[in-house]
């Protein structure tokens, strides 16, 4: 994740969660960090192809996660405050992002691995629809992009 304000409130969050589920998730982070996961992932093009599909999970669920947002609250309210305390349009949609250039960058140590294209077709609408999506949310509620 990027080092900005809203990536801030994200680990913020995390200190509302369970505590055995944050156990859990600082003990992957540890480990991938310690062995250096992604670029042990991205020396070799079948392990980048399978390390883009993690992240793919990722985007699926975040991007689902945001059309939720849209059509229950975007949709319905011009409060610009999430009941979380985040900014409502432009929080959830900083994480998507952070995953969408995540994906950009592994995808191009994929090399002809089979599946990759039709994966990066996703990513590269999703971002296109999603930026729209945004300006034109921000606009509404005169708020500035991130
Ligand atoms: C109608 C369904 C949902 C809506 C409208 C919704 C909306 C939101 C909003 C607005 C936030 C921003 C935080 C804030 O409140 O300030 C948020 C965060 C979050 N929500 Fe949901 N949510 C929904 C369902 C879910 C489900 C089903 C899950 C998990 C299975 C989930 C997991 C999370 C997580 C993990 C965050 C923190 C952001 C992140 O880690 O990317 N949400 N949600």
Redo the contacts with the bound molecule.
């Keep these: 994740m990027p080092a900005t304000p809203l990536t801030e409130?994200?680990t913020d969050?995390r200190s509302y969660r369970p505590g055995n589920h944050r156990d859990f998730l600082e003990a992957v982070r540890d480990f991938a960090q310690s062995c250096g996961i992604k670029s042990f992932a991205l020396e070799d093009e079948m392990s980048a192809a399978l390390y883009l599909r993690a992240l793919d999970q990722v985007r699926d669920?975040?991007w689902r996660?945001w059309c939720?947002?849209r059509?229950?609250?975007l949709k319905r309210t011009m409060y610009p405050?999430?009941?979380?305390?985040?900014?409502?349009v432009t929080?959830?949609p900083n994480?998507?992002e952070a995953v969408l250039t995540q994906m950009a960058e592994v995808s191009s140590h994929c090399g002809a691995v089979f599946g990759t294209r039709d994966i990066m077709d996703v990513v590269h609408s999703q971002r296109e629809v999603l930026r729209k999506e945004v300006a034109k949310y921000c606009r509404e509620r005169e708020v500035t992009a991130a």
């Design positions: 409130i994200l969050f669920f975040r996660h939720f947002t059509e229950y609250i405050v999430a009941t979380g305390g985040s900014p409502i929080w959830l994480q998507l």
